[in-house]
RNA sequence: GGGGGCGUAGCUCAAUGGUAGAGCAGCGGACUCUUAAUCCGUUGGUUGUAGGUUCGAGCCCUACCGCCCCCA
């Protein structure tokens, strides 16, 4: 069946002469119009010749990699004698891909063709190409034109593997020019928004995305040797839980029903562990509204795994093994260079607890009265530029409440940047119900002073550990130290990778976690977890001591793919329309 | 949200406030081992949008749109 081409009213002859005085109502042709408008006349040319331009009735029998180890070995020597052009066995291959050049010589065109899994050069000569082909095919043909062509393999002169064609169909006829074949897309706008286009032209980022694939599959395979079973979760949400993260809100018709993105898959996962899969994992996306940043896309995939019977310790292990294997099964070695930066993601990596980081990297030298000393983690908070409105939230979730407060609540971020700081932290301490809250209190001012001090200076792997309750409120308390939990996180250069921790389980110390996000909620903290009461239910059903991690499959991709922006490793990051 | 940068032909980029150019691609021609092929000729522009300043604006000013970077 042939197709003709809808040549369009306003497309003009291949040769545009200057005729337009002729018709001198008709707008001007725009460069692209134009070269569209020859494009679909050669697409004519060869629905004309009884050569349909979209026909789909020739499959390659090769892919391009195949052939090219198939003959690699035969590449004749250097000073070898070349007597005209000798098949190398006369066996006829027949690929397809894309046409990415045309070089032209009256009677001889070279092609490189490109298809999923490599180029090699087409040579249509008019010696051996078929003689309607030649005469039909050939002056039709554009770089960028899907085709399929048969013929022997040879090699050029210079050394070039290539295929001597016999046959050569246009499967697809491409209408729009490609960009610049030498420096290809380089407008990264153009390349996001046209990612077809950039993928067509652009090797490398067609790499980053096979290493993208790679690695998943290579998690994939990492933990179902251990055992783990995938599994699904809701992505659409009627409370929002699992993480800290302001969500994408919607509705359901039917039920008329609000429902939220998924900020995280957590709670359902642990609840199947108290169902008894207790080795879980699951690799879908999470949604959280918030800005754009070269480290940030609104949706976003994310690993979660959960091992019952195993501590945020046995996880840290779990994970060295599993990147560095990842990094070695995708590069070859456990050096990648990310943000300029050499790292070596080879185990063991450095394990350092927030305090310890807040003395050595932030420079706090009684880092210890900071996790401990309301009043004086927030001298140090503000000295170190922390926001006076987290200060101001982090001092406000100590009071109970219900508490009317000495100062008005709507003016706490406002007298936070004054010098009136100390006065009003104290005032507000002074109504905490527990030296546990005060310390609790202090914990979160810590983690607030670690992210403004330490964590950029984070650039070697490394797992921070024992994390400040109030800001874990899904993870184990340490046996020994109440206000802080057994819990971890991966930075590699200042950048998040992982989070895991021992799960807290015991149900009624998990309803005095969630009450306690309602309270900052209360005082004007915007990402927060709803109270769960179906998932302490579930604890009350008995949940294994469990361990679990998220890890963010976007950052993992650039840090083993060495891509500054996690746009790089998403084939369409989120974009305003046009 | 704030600050900075960018936006010119299909693509990659030029252009003291003074006639908008080049390379590639395209088109026509030559050429049977090129590979950023070469050579000759040639088409192609509402300079992101809308205003303003000026005798004159791609360039200066204002607003808006889009993208990038930094900060919050």
């Keep these: 069946m042939v197709r003709p081409m809808s040549t369009s009213g306003a497309a003009k002859p291949g040769k545009p002469a200057k005729n337009t005085a002729a018709t001198p109502e008709a707008a001007p042709e725009k460069t692209l119009d134009r070269i569209i408008g020859e494009r679909r006349d050669k697409g004519v040319a060869l629905a004309n010749a009884g050569r349909n331009p979209f026909r789909n009735d020739v499959a390659p029998r090769d892919q391009i990699a195949d052939v090219r180890a198939r003959y690699t070995a035969t590449k004749p020597a250097a000073d070898a004698v070349h007597e005209g052009i000798v098949p190398v066995d006369g066996t006829m291959v027949q690929v397809a891909g894309r046409i990415m050049a045309k070089r032209g010589f009256g009677k001889t065109v070279f092609a490189p063709l490109r298809d999923r899994s490599d180029d090699i050069q087409l040579y249509l000569n008019v010696d051996n190409l078929d003689a309607g082909d030649f005469e039909h095919v050939l002056p039709n043909l554009d770089a960028g034109d899907i085709v399929a062509c048969e013929g022997p393999v040879f090699w050029t002169k210079r050394g070039e593997m290539s295929i001597l064609a016999k046959r050569l169909w246009v499967l697809t006829k491409s209408l729009r020019p490609l960009p610049d074949k030498w420096h290809g897309l380089a407008d990264v706008e153009l390349r996001y928004r046209q990612r077809y286009v950039d993928l067509a032209v652009s090797p490398d980022v067609r790499e980053v995305f096979r290493k993208r694939s790679m690695i998943v599959r290579g998690i994939r395979q990492f933990l179902d040797e251990r055992n783990f079973l995938e599994v699904e979760t809701p992505m659409m949400h009627p409370i929002v839980g699992g993480a800290a993260a302001r969500p994408f809100v919607t509705h359901h018709n039917a039920l008329d029903m609000r429902l939220f993105m998924r900020i995280a898959p957590e709670l359902y996962l642990k609840r199947l562990v108290v169902g008894g899969f207790d080795r879980v994992y699951e690799i879908n996306r999470n949604f959280r509204n918030e800005g754009l940043s070269r480290r940030h896309n609104p949706e976003f995939t994310m690993l979660e795994f959960y091992q019952a019977y195993a501590t945020y310790d046995d996880l840290m292990n779990l994970t060295e093994e599993l990147v560095a294997s990842l990094a070695k099964q995708i590069n070859g070695a456990t050096k990648v260079t990310w943000d300029g930066v050499e790292v070596d993601l080879a185990a063991p990596w450095q394990r350092l607890t927030v305090q310890e980081a807040v003395r050595t990297l932030g420079g706090i030298a009684d880092a210890e009265r900071v996790f401990t000393d309301p009043a004086y983690a927030v001298q140090m908070c503000a000295q170190h530029g922390v926001p006076a409105a987290d200060i101001a939230r982090a001092i406000s979730e100590g009071v109970p409440a219900g508490t009317v407060l000495p100062y008005p609540a709507d003016q706490l971020t406002a007298l936070f940047k004054t010098e009136e700081r100390d006065t009003v932290a104290a005032a507000l301490i002074a109504l905490y119900p527990s030296e546990h809250v005060r310390r609790v209190r202090a914990g979160h001012l810590g983690y607030l002073l670690f992210e403004a001090t330490a964590e950029d200076k984070l650039v070697q792997p490394t797992f921070l550990t024992q994390f400040p309750l ?94 500054a922006s996690i746009r790089d490793v998403i084939l369409f990051p989120l974009m305003r329309p046009e």
Excluded: H
């Excluded at 046996?479 to 009624?508: Q, T, W, Y």
């Excluded at 294994?544 to 976007?554: C, L, S, V, Y």
């Design 470 to 563: 109030a800001v874990s409120p899904l993870a184990r308390r340490n046996e020994n130290a109440p206000e802080f939990c057994d819990r971890f996180e991966l930075f590699v250069c200042g950048k998040e990778i992982a989070n895991g921790f021992s799960e807290l389980n015991d149900p009624d110390d998990q309803r005095a976690r969630f009450a306690a996000q309602m309270q900052a909620k209360a005082v004007g903290a915007d990402e927060t977890m709803d109270y769960d009461e179906d998932y302490c239910r579930a604890l009350e059903i008995g949940m294994p001591p469990t361990a679990g991690e998220g890890i963010g499959i976007d950052r993992l991709a650039m840090l083993l793919t060495g891509q």
